[in-house]
T-cell receptor, first 112, second 113 residues
């Protein structure tokens, strides 16, 4: 059972544009929603995370929007740069148990 | 300060064989989790170790087993290898308890032929 659905599978954005990746979850017990960035040959690295008590969190060019009633959350990358080209995973976990459920990933390519 | 380290980087095994992968957690961390990432997919949780005991387990068969040592390092063992076990195997470390953030290692690429 896939508990976190992610779209799109791939995304091409021009430099300076906005990249948007969407996720939906099923388990209402989830209370921690991180986004990971993964470069080829590397492990996932935590990018930004949100808890359901806030609707938005911004860190630099990265923003998470969270809609608890719809059980959806999204990542916005403003002013996208070629160095942002990577695979992005949304994820969810509950109660600090650190058993993270990942989405299927979005391969982002930022072209000059 | 070294992050999470894993060995070996790559490994090629034959169906039916057994394999052991190793992980050293980030300094100060006492909990190790293992994930399997098939090509083009997101990582899937295998299990988590704390105080040398398995604390949580995902939907993986008993062929997957682990161990944690007193220095918090960990091993992932896979018996009776199948072609479907070919994947990137990731180790993540953290502090036990109500902590959410995990740090991932670079992974071990296992190929089963």
């Amino acid at each position: 059972q896939q508990q976190v659905k992610q779209s799109p599978q791939s995304l091409i954005v021009q430099k300076g544009g906005i990249s948007i990746i969407n996720c939906a979850y099923e388990n209402t017990a989830f209370d921690y929603f991180p986004w990971y960035q993964q470069f080829p040959g590397k492990g996932p690295a935590l990018l930004i995370a949100i808890r359901p008590d806030v609707s938005e969190k911004k860190e630099g060019r990265f923003t998470i929007s969270f809609n608890k009633s719809a059980k959806q959350f999204s990542l916005h990358i403003m002013d996208s740069q070629p160095g942002d080209s990577a695979t992005y995973f949304c994820a969810a976990s509950k109660g600090g148990y650190q058993k993270v459920t990942f989405g299927t990933g979005t391969k982002l390519q930022v072209i000059p | 300060d070294a992050g999470v380290t894993q060995s070996p980087t790559h490994l090629i095994k034959t169906r039916g064989q057994q394999v052991t992968l190793r992980c050293s957690p980030k300094s100060g961390h006492d909990t190790v989790s293992w994930y399997q990432q098939a090509l083009g997919q997101g990582p899937q949780f295998i299990f988590q170790y704390y105080e040398e005991e398995e604390r949580q387990r995902g939907n993986f068969p008993d062929r997957f087993s682990g161990h944690q040592f007193p220095n918090y390092s960990s091993e992932l063992n896979v018996n009776a290898l199948l072609l479907g076990d070919s994947a990137l195997h990731l180790c993540a470390s953290s502090l036990y308890g109500p902590q959410d953030e995990q740090y991932f290692g670079p992974g071990t690429r296992l190929t089963v032929t």
